[in-house]
């Protein structure tokens, strides 16, 4: 039986997603394969099926299985906590990195919302400067814009 992915680990029970079908009661046997920093490549545990539920999406099929664990014995309860702390490290790292995602999506499209801002206050100011002049209300060259630092009006 694959692993596809796994759900829950308590200190009773292993929850995963697997494409094999067992029949509840099942007697199983996992060998779970550990990630590679750790220094023992895998972990096997015996347990009890005490759920196997089909799930359908687009045409392909999974399977949520529950094993309730057998007693396990000291060493390998420890290593089964360490692998439990990784996953939870793990969920965390990865959500965490989605977050950064979106908040760096968030900061690009306001970066360029502020060009598009300070392009438009630039545009009003030469306009306004213009009208202002034709009308004879302001002196000409009284004011211009700083080419050498596009977008911002410096007064002369």
Do not use: W
Not at 55 to 80: A, D, H, P
Not at 114 to 138: D, I, P, T
Not at 139 to 148: E, H, N, V, W
């Amino acid at each position: 039986m694959k692993i596809l992915q796994v759900i829950d680990v308590t200190d009773d029970t292993f929850t995963f997603l697997s494409n094999t079908h067992m029949d509840k009661g099942s007697e199983i046997k996992l060998e779970i394969r550990l990630p590679e920093k750790m220094p023992i490549k895998s972990l096997t545990i015996k347990g009890d099926l005490i759920q196997c539920s089909l799930f359908c999406q687009n045409g392909s099929s999974i399977y949520l299985i529950e094993i309730k664990t057998c007693l396990l014995s000291e060493v390998n309860r420890k290593i089964l906590a360490a692998y439990k702390d990784y996953l939870e490290r793990d969920k965390e790292i990865k959500k965490l990195r989605h977050d950064y995602n979106i908040f760096n999506e968030a900061v690009i499209e306001l970066k360029e919302n502020f060009r598009h801002l300070a392009s438009a206050v630039l545009l009003f100011f030469n306009m306004a400067k213009g009208v202002l002049e034709s009308a004879g209300k302001l002196p000409p060259d009284k004011t211009s814009i700083d080419q050498s630092r596009p977008n911002h009006l410096t007064p002369e």
